[in-house]
């Protein structure tokens, strides 16, 4: 069946626009069709969280959604967060705090991170714990990644407030 | 000159060496999505693979028909094993010395078995011709248990059998019954038993280790390309043995070996998920040279925890002998190994259940013997060793476990039990009953270490007062203290006793010194996450006095690394980072030749300084490595070729024994069956410490992975050979919530042999781990007369033991 | 993991998912946040021909909160129940539950009406909306109804709505007393082993009023009359607590599956039963 609809996505700032299939996924819209292959898919059951990407303020998991659900919305990913130029505080603290092992759920991780430091710029250990559940690590244990958002919150609070 | 400002301890400093917790330099394009991991490879016209696979654990095929499955648009293909049959590819060795079928020759064997690939423009189609594939089973008996297979007159594999019934040996020797693959012994037999036989205290337990998945985040894949033009094959995979990969390829495809290139891009964990070869593998490789285009086969979640590669399955019977004081005198262990419906465990050739045979842990038992029968059923192939060396994880969780239960039945306390039979410090090297050379140890200090730091006595204390609150009615849960010391061994190994499909499991470093005192190094092995681009570096920085950061590492690319056996078993440290120590020790020698004529001195009056040659007794007088890498290409020396290069292929000449001291202090509620992990300290031993920051996050991770394995991650099979585990709902892989924080710590007791005395760390976390937890659970309820209860421990079966046990009365 | 081909529809109103509904019959699903769904569909476990988008249907993410009662949005999110500061205030059991519910990424995309609707025994807010005694409000070609949350579910996956309905809100009358909603489960992200809602009101020392139910211990959500009855009037000693728990197991029907066996499951049942009556009670 070849169905195509248009869609139109802004991703990272940037509007794309094409046809695809509805039942196109939103992480193999992003992976394969943009080139955009920060997110990865681990478990495709909405349970591992490595696909993780920002949808209108909300962390969503892109392996979970279909392109034409997304039509018309903006969509952040690990490459709209920061880049060589400018590291996002998360970046920063991970590859300091050995936050990351293989990689491979590291975008997903940071780019979950950054909604949790919004809604709690100030998070306790229990809150990390809990907020990042939607996140799996195999190579970690979590406990440097703990540290790392930890920092990272620690960093941004002083910047914040610096700059009042 | 700043070289003439910095003091010693500076320019140690930057160095970035051995010892430091250098930053990884591999997080900065993994921060920013700029990994570059098989699934994110894209070639022009490519293609995508993907299975039919059984739905039935053991059935005839009696037709397929791919016609409807063709006529979808953007199908290009349909592979069946009628297809490979003429090529010869319809069936593949399998690395433990048996063959597998690639695609479904008649009948399977287990369930998602691969039956036919279908190839298409993109993975939509591919995923709407399988639905298409009309695929005729006729069903046959299932068995998945293996002590039912040794009984059965179903045959399994027919293609083991003789057309008059006879069983002829296998690739281990003779065959008992025609869903058996073989026995193999380790150690005295008849003495072992008469020592049993005649002890003044025997404890037997009898213990399954569930069957598991290494499950990385990201599952297996490949992208093969035949290039016809040029007729070479590139092979994009994730592949934990990229050398190992492209000979067993060019063996099967008659493609010569120099015109296939093997490359691990960046690996999303491993675990020993991906060191097999799969189907998948093959099949992408025929249908790129039938289509003459590039083809990609990616796993999902569900073909990965299914199919590819599980771990453990041993059920393991012990007896254990001792004096009446606690003095162990003798093991036996016998093992009924489930290997499902191919042999395809990964082990050196010599070793079909790998080194299980270290089962006698880090006791002096004088006498033992080990006796291991491998068992074909309806489940997947697979035995791979999952974070640890091969079957180690086994053999600790063993003999971890018969010290328990000794104790138990000695009314000792475990921890003194295990004081009183470690091998002595002195006694190192330790020829062990089975036969392993331990290379060293100090036992008795990390033991004492561990126990002080956590008040042992303190921890005893208020589990006897639980106790007596929990029989008064004043709390429903129980404490357990679980213990574990463990002897790894790692780093196959030497060539002598170590090969995989008669390839000599030694390993590699070559590096090439640039001019302006900058260098490569590339090794046979490949991260996939344990970075080895950044510890590589610091051993080869220690070695030849260049910054680390001026060294890159590469791995995983057949054309340009040097040939070596790949990363699993904690080998990478042992062998290539020996093999590196070695190739920089070369550099450094033709370094001093080179320091030697440009201070106008004689080879042996210069000696080297951290990051130079000085002349003895003279430190003013010095060379740098920076400067003797630009005399190398750019002065004529004489007696002396141009350049600065090393290579070094290294053969190991005994494994390595890395050690460790673990406790666990866990409640546990009887009435829900809900652990709850207090603490957890970890003790490592692994030898010299390349960059502690490092080794502290590889024990995080592999306590975690231990803490899956034994509080719930199983692959579990119904009657009809289902898997009722197949998605992350019910395989259990732990999130931050369920996981606490670690403490650890370290002793150092270098190895005698290793060129820098390491010893690997990897695994050591998981092969300790497991028993600990394990332990944790089961000392719970040792005061209400638990001896033993079996893996995996989550809620109900916790529970089942709190009410066979009659606390919830 | 690829679902197979469907026909998408996003309409702007009601009336446009009703005629979709209409023309397609059984062929058509709605959906909401889609995380129950689409797994389903990508195992292709779900056929579904036409997918109804219900995102820009205007009016169902509204939380109301007045007097007498709360008004739900079908739209509302796991993550909005969390978040709103007077719907917490006036029946606090939601942000509870909804706090056990799968993991942030999920709770921000799983909708009320898709939790309550589409009859999974394992989810969550349809035994709550028992425990409160919500009313679901359907829409349907012929017309708009109620049906109490109570006699909504009739076997796994098998509700009072009809293929030609949508599930549009819920209505709870606003809870009074005490309240707990107590939940086991393997991890983050897994269904209940048991879960229990409980609502209990008291007057003077003695239990004025109790709304239990449980859920993933039968094929629906199971609201016990009879374990509540068990509470009223009574101190909840020892032995209404043992009488109530005895009423629900009386009424559970689990069965075994990879959380355990039956007898694992109705003894836990039991556990967390009196755990929350416990936690209700001490907050009434």
Not at chain 2, 372 to 383: L, M, Q
Request: charged fraction near 20%.
């Amino acid at each position: 069946m070849s169905n195509k609809m248009h869609i139109k996505l802004n991703v990272n700032g940037k509007d794309e626009e094409f046809l695809a299939e509805p039942r196109e996924l939103l992480i193999y819209t992003l992976r394969e069709r943009l080139n955009i292959t920060g997110p990865h898919i681990g478990c495709e059951t909405s349970h591992c969280g490595a696909c993780t990407v920002t949808i209108d303020g909300k962390s969503v998991k892109s392996c979970t959604m279909f392109v034409a659900q997304a039509s018309g919305k903006a969509v952040t990913t690990i490459e709209g967060i920061g880049g060589p130029d400018a590291l996002h505080p998360l970046q920063e603290a991970f590859k300091e705090h050995h936050g990351l092992q293989c990689g491979y759920c590291t975008p997903g991780m940071i780019t979950r991170a950054t909604k949790l430091l919004e809604e709690i710029p100030n998070p306790t250990e229990e809150e990390i714990r809990f907020g990042m559940a939607g996140n799996i690590c195999r190579c970690t244990g979590y406990q440097n990644i703990v540290k790392s958002i930890q920092a990272a919150a620690t960093e941004m609070n002083a910047a914040k407030e610096a700059a009042e | 000159m700043k070289d003439e400002v910095d003091t010693r301890e500076d320019r140690v400093a930057n160095l970035k060496g051995m010892g430091c917790s250098r930053k990884r330099v591999e997080d900065a394009r993994f921060t920013q999505g700029k990994g570059n991991y098989v699934d994110d490879i894209k070639l022009d016209g490519m293609l995508f693979g993907d299975f039919v696979r059984s739905p039935y654990a053991h059935a005839r095929i009696t037709s397929i028909n791919t016609e409807a499955a063709l006529k979808v648009p953007g199908v290009l293909a349909v592979l069946t094993a009628a297809d490979l049959e003429p090529l010869g590819l319809h069936w593949m060795p399998t690395l433990a010395g048996d063959k597998q079928m690639v695609l479904a020759d008649g009948k399977v064997l287990f369930q998602g078995q691969e039956v036919a690939f279908v190839v298409a423009e993109d993975r939509y189609a591919a995923a709407d011709g399988i639905e298409l594939v009309e695929v005729e089973y006729e069903e046959l008996p299932v068995i998945v248990d293996p002590f039912e297979a040794l009984q059965s007159d179903v045959v399994l594999r027919e293609d083991l059998v003789g057309e008059d019934g006879s069983i002829p040996a296998g690739a281990h020797g003779p065959r008992k019954h025609h869903n058996h693959i073989f026995t193999w012994e380790a150690g005295d037999k008849a003495p072992t038993e008469e020592v049993i036989a005649n002890a003044e205290v025997v404890a037997e337990e009898s213990m399954y280790y569930h069957r598991t998945h290494p499950c990385p985040l990201e599952t297996c894949g490949c992208v093969a390309s035949m290039d016809k033009v040029n007729g070479k094959l590139t092979l994009w995979g994730t592949f934990q043995a990229p050398h190992a990969i492209r000979t067993v390829v060019s063996l099967i495809s008659g493609i010569e070996e120099h015109n296939i290139r093997v490359i691990s891009p960046d690996i999303g964990g491993g675990f020993g998920n991906k060191v097999g070869a799969y189907p998948g593998y093959v099949c992408s490789v025929v249908a790129s040279i039938v289509t003459g285009k590039p083809v990609k086969w990616i796993e999902d979640r569900m073909d990965n925890l299914m199919t590819t590669a599980f771990a453990r399955d041993y059920h393991m019977t012990g007896k254990i002998s001792a004096t009446k004081e606690g003095k162990i005198t003798g093991l036996h262990c016998h093992v009924t190994a489930d290997h499902g419906g191919f042999d395809a465990c990964a082990d050196p050739t010599k070793f079909p259940a790998g080194f299980m045979n270290i089962c006698t842990g880090s006791y002096d038992i004088p006498t033992a013997f080990l006796e291991v029968d491998g068992v074909y059923t309806n489940k997947a192939p697979g035995g791979v060793s999952y974070r640890c060396s091969f079957r180690v994880t086994e053999a600790v969780y063993f003999i971890e476990r018969m010290i328990e239960v000794l104790a138990i039945k000695l009314n000792m306390d475990a921890a003194e039990l295990r004081r009183i039979n470690f091998i002595k410090k002195e006694q190192f090297p330790y020829t062990a009953a089975l036969g392993w050379e331990y290379d060293s140890g100090d036992y008795h200090t990390a033991w004492e270490k561990a126990l002080t730091t956590v008040d042992y006595e303190g921890l005893r204390a208020e589990q006897a007062q639980r106790v007596e609150d929990f029989k008064a009615g004043k709390t429903r849960k129980l404490m357990g203290i679980g213990l574990s010391f463990f002897t790894e061994i790692v780093g196959a190994g030497p060539v002598k006793n170590c090969d995989i499909l008669g390839l000599g499991m030694f390993d590699s470093c070559e590096i090439r010194i640039h001019p302006t005192g900058s260098a490569i190094a590339r090794l046979g092995t490949i991260s996939q996450g344990q970075g080895h681009a950044t510890t590589f570096a610091q051993i080869l920085a220690s070695e030849i006095g260049l910054s680390a950061d001026s060294i890159t590492i590469e791995e995983g690319d057949t054309d340009t690394a040097p040939y070596g056996l790949g990363t699993y078993g904690s080998r990478s440290t042992p062998v290539a980072g020996a093999a590196t120590a070695m190739a920089g020790r070369k550099i450094r020698a033709k370094a001093q030749m080179i320091a030697a004529y440009l201070l106008e001195v004689h080879d042996n009056d210069v000696e080297f300084d951290v990051d130079r040659f000085v002349v003895k007794g003279a430190p003013e007088k010095f060379k740098t490595m920076k400067e003797i890498a630009f005399a190398a290409y750019n002065q004529a020396i004489p007696g002396l070729e141009p350049g600065l290069e090393a290579v070094s292929y290294y053969d190991p000449p005994n494994m390595t024994y890395p050690f460790g001291a673990y406790v666990c202090v866990m409640d546990i509620d009887v009435d829900t069956g809900v652990p709850e992990i207090r603490r957890f300290y970890a003790l490592d031993d692994c030898g010299t410490r390349i960059n502690p920051m490092i080794i502290e996050g590889q024990v995080h991770g592999g306590l975690t992975e231990a803490l899956a394995v034994a509080l719930g991650q199983e692959i579990a099979y119904d009657d009809m050979g289902n898997v009722k585990t197949g998605t992350l709902m019910d395989f259990f892989l732990p999130t931050a919530w369920e996981v606490p924080n670690y403490e650890t710590d370290f002793t150092v007791t270098p190895s005698p042999h290793h060129p820098i005395g390491a010893k690997g760390v990897g695994e050591s976390p998981h092969v300790g781990g497991v028993p600990c937890f394990s332990n944790a659970v089961q000392d719970a309820f040792r005061p209400f007369g638990n001896t033993h209860t079996n893996m995996p421990h989550d809620h109900w079966r916790i529970w089942r033991t709190a009410n066979e046990l009659g606390l919830h009365d | 993991m690829i679902p197979a081909a469907f026909e998408y529809h996003r309409p702007q109103d009601m009336a446009g998912v009703l005629a979709v509904l209409e023309e397609h019959g059984d062929d058509a699903r709605v959906m909401a946040g889609g995380h129950s769904l689409i797994p389903m569909m990508k195992l292709r476990m779900a056929d579904v021909p036409h997918l109804i988008d219900l995102q820009d249907v205007g009016g169902l993410s509204d939380i109301a909160v007045d007097g007498a009662s709360i008004r739900i949005g079908a739209l509302v999110t796991q993550a909005d129940i969390i978040d709103h500061q007077a719907l917490a205030a006036a029946a606090p059991i939601l942000r509870e539950a909804a706090l056990q519910i799968a993991d942030p990424q999920v709770r921000y995309m799983g909708t009320v009406g898709g939790n309550v609707a589409n009859g999974d025994p394992g989810n969550d807010m349809p035994g709550l909306m028992q425990c409160l005694d919500a009313t679901f409000t359907l829409v349907g070609t012929g017309g708009e109804r109620d049906v109490p949350a109570r006699d909504f579910y009739e076997a796994a996956y098998m509700t009072a709505r009809e293929d030609d309905e949508v599930l549009t809100a819920v209505t709870i009358p606003l809870p009074s007393g005490g309240y707990a909603y107590e939940k086991q489960k393997r991890k983050i992200g897994d269904y209940a082993t048991a879960a229990a809602a409980v609502q209990i009101t008291k007057s003077g020392g003695t239990c004025a009023s109790a709304a239990i139910a449980m859920t993933n211990l039968s094929d629906t959500p199971i609201y016990s009359d009879a374990a509540g009855a068990a509470l009223v009037g009574t101190t909840l000693d020892d032995a209404a607590l043992k009488a109530a728990v005895a009423a629900m197991l009386n009424d559970i029907d689990p069965t075994e599956d990879n959380r355990g066996p039956i007898a694992f499951k109705k003894h836990v049942a039991g556990v967390i039963l009196r755990r929350a009556i416990e936690r209700a009670w001490s907050r009434a």
